[in-house]
């Protein structure tokens, strides 16, 4: 059985700690193929993997990040906080490769989007790169599609950057 639930305690933002370090390492290594170095990787994309820094950072009021267990194990983790005003970005979307193919991603995606329906945000953003290809599968079938890059990154990684976006239910709906 699946469960997706927002972090809440300090040890569920360990939890979220230890699979973000596990999002991080799977970077470096799918990374290092396309000439992006594990520093490049980890200062610009995973400097914030302890579990305080975490919990700072969504356990703001406009941020969340929600933990996937599968038997009760972590499995995955999914966060998003306010980009602007109208706009909300995704964050650290993971799912242990123990639990892939198990619908865990889309059921990571499914509770966080839904998430962030109940607030004001009109557009959702995800920056990502291209060698995540199972991750960017996901995002399509929830409807985000290629954008302009909303953030400025560093020439020797950019051949990496994926930018998408997906209009809330409430921008569709023209309410």
């Not at 305080?52 to 356990?59: E, H, I, R, V």
């Not at 979307?93 to 193919?101: E, H, N, Y």
């Not at 960017?136 to 020439?155: K, S």
């Amino acid at each position: 059985m699946i469960s997706v639930l927002p972090a809440r305690s300090a040890e569920d933002f360990e939890t979220l700690a230890v699979l973000c370090r596990r999002l991080a390492q799977w970077d470096v290594d799918a990374s290092a193929p396309y000439g992006v170095s594990e520093e490049d990787v980890r200062a610009l994309f995973h400097p914030e993997t302890s579990a305080d820094l975490l919990a700072t950072q969504f356990g703001a009021p406009d941020a969340m990040a929600f933990i996937a267990r599968s038997e009760g194990l972590p499995a995955g983790c999914l966060a998003f906080d306010q980009f602007d005003d109208d706009t909300a970005e995704l964050h650290r979307f993971f799912v242990d490769a123990a639990f892939r193919g198990q619908g865990i991603g889309r059921a990571l995606m499914g509770a966080v989007l839904a998430e962030i329906e109940k607030g004001q945000a009109r557009t959702v953003l995800i920056h990502t790169t291209f060698y995540m290809s199972n991750a960017i599968a996901v995002y399509e079938a929830f409807g985000f599609r290629p954008c302009a890059p909303f953030r400025e990154t560093p020439a020797h990684v950019r051949h990496t950057d994926v930018f998408l976006s997906r209009s809330s239910q409430r921008a569709r709906d023209g309410s």
